[in-house]
């Protein structure tokens, strides 16, 4: 069953009010318009990139965090939605968002086991991003809890204040910036250009 952003602005807003913070669903709301935005631009540049399912998939991808617990929200948030019939493509999003570079180990936060999650770790390592993956894994690192877009920097600072640095933490600031690379070379300019509003969030 395919899901319009409409649909899954609908089912997050559900859950509004029902855990002791809604600032997971802010982010959630500020990742889909801020990758929408960078879509847009792409396709202004002559790619292929479907704005409405890049903000579909930016509303959805932390939907597991509906119950107010982030542990294994990843695998929550994909069985919540394939328990409701939607497609692969959107449950996929609640898996791939955290893990850059077709690796489990690309994240924030702590070093993951792979033999602690097997079935997660082949996945990533051989599932397909999309572009429109692509873009909720770089906006989820320009996105903070509420609602604000931060430079990759500060949001990066930002998450090692809060969850602290590891061994993996190199590792993944580098592949960050690649993949903000990746979207500039597209664009043909800095994609901060999209977004004035982060010279007030500096």
């Known amino acids: 069953m395919k899901l319009t952003s ?14 002791e913070s809604d600032r997971w669903i802010d982010h959630c709301i500020c990742v889909g318009d801020s990758a929408g935005k960078i879509a847009q631009a792409l396709n202004e ?19 597991g965090k509906y119950n ?47 033999n602690d999650k097997p079935l997660i770790a082949e996945f990533i390592k051989n599932h397909k991003y ?27 600072i930002d998450i090692m204040i809060r969850r602290g640095v590891y061994s993996n933490t190199q590792y993944h600031i580098k592949e960050t910036y690649t993949l903000k690379e990746f979207f500039d070379n597209l664009l043909g300019y800095n994609l901060y250009d999209l977004f004035p509003e982060i010279k007030e969030n500096l």
């Open 45 to 63: 540049k002559g790619y292929n990139v479907d704005k409405d399912k890049t903000i579909t998939l930016g509303y959805l991808h932390d939907i």
């Open 130 to 156: 999309t572009i429109e993956e692509k873009l909720i894994n770089l906006c989820d690192l320009m996105c903070p809890q509420g609602g604000r877009v931060f430079t990759i920097d500060k949001r990066l």
């Open 6 to 19: 409409s649909e899954a602005r609908v089912i997050l807003e559900n859950h509004r009010g029902k855990t």
């Open 68 to 114: 107010g617990e982030s542990h294994d929200h990843e695998v929550r948030g994909y069985n919540y939605l394939k328990d409701k019939g939607y497609d692969e493509e959107y449950c996929n999003i609640c898996i791939t968002h955290s893990y850059l570079n077709n690796d489990i180990v690309c994240t924030a936060g702590g070093v993951p086991n792979p």
